[in-house]
T-cell receptor, first 111, second 114 residues
Framework: EDKVVQSPLSLVVHEGDTVTLNCSYE??????LLWYKQEKKAPTFLFML????IEKKSGRLSSILDKKELFSILNITATQTGDSAIYLC???????????FGKGTKLTVNP | NAGVTQTPKFQVLKTGQSMTLQCAQD?????MSWYRQDPGMGLRLIHY???????DQGEVPNGYNVSRSTTEDFPLRLLSAAPSQTSVYFC?????????????FGPGTRLTVT
């Protein structure tokens, strides 16, 4: 059975802190791993990672994939209150047309 | 482009009632899907479609029906609502090109079944 496990499930930090969110997976025929940010409404796309060791970066957010150890991390530096959200990790299985989601990490950034 | 739209935004049903959640996209995407999101559970796939006339079951299909008569629309039907179907429902679409696995989500429908 496919599994995507995120940790921690929730995290509370102060503005300016750096956080690391984790996503491990066991998925048949892995093709790609995706990160989404969900504030009050729909998830919005952050990154798609397909190759090991290549960092994707967007402003203060960055992510990397390790296909040998089957995990990814999402880093957020100099956190702001606007980073408060649920961060979802999903894995795309080849041949299945499906994204398998983890349960999410709820990040709260306090001023 | 409106992207992915969903109606209604909120709905309250009584147990046993039926209803249809509407989803439409104007990006000419082949792939469309329905998810439900419950607290602490992430997103779980209900049904999906890879093109007009083709649908398949996801992880939690029981109690739901779908059809895809056009590329644009993918309605989700609740046949006889149950309190266990209280949830937030998201529709998503994707262009279904090799190497492009990102899905675009609608704003969601919050459903309460009493």
């Amino acid at each position: 059975e496919d599994k995507v496990v995120q940790s921690p499930l929730s995290l509370v930090v102060h503005e300016g802190d750096t956080v690391t969110l984790n996503c491990s997976y066991e998925v048949t025929n892995f093709r790609s791993l995706l990160w989404y940010k969900q504030e009050k409404k729909a998830p919005t796309f952050l990154f798609m990672l397909t190759s090991s060791g290549i960092e994707k970066k967007s402003g203060r957010l960055s992510s990397i994939l390790d296909k040998k150890e089957l995990f990814s991390i999402l880093n957020i530096t100099a956190t702001q209150t606007g980073d408060s959200a649920i961060y979802l990790c999903a894995v795309y299985r080849g041949g299945s047309e499906k994204l398998v989601f983890g349960k999410g990490t709820k990040l709260t950034v306090n001023p | 482009n409106a992207g992915v739209t969903q109606t209604p935004k909120f709905q309250v049903l009584k147990t046993g009632q039926s209803m249809t959640l509407q989803c439409a996209q104007d990006m000419n995407h082949e792939y469309m899907s329905w998810y439900r999101q419950d607290p602490g559970m992430g997103l779980r796939l209900i049904h999906y479609s890879v093109g007009a006339g083709i649908t398949d079951q996801g992880e939690v299909p029981n109690g739901y029906n779908v059809s895809r008569s056009t590329t644009e629309d993918f309605p989700l039907r609740l046949l006889s609502a149950a309190p266990s179907q209280t949830s937030v429902y998201f529709c998503a679409s994707s262009p279904r090109r090799e190497g492009t696995y990102e899905q675009y989500f609608g704003p969601g429908t919050r459903l309460t079944v009493t």
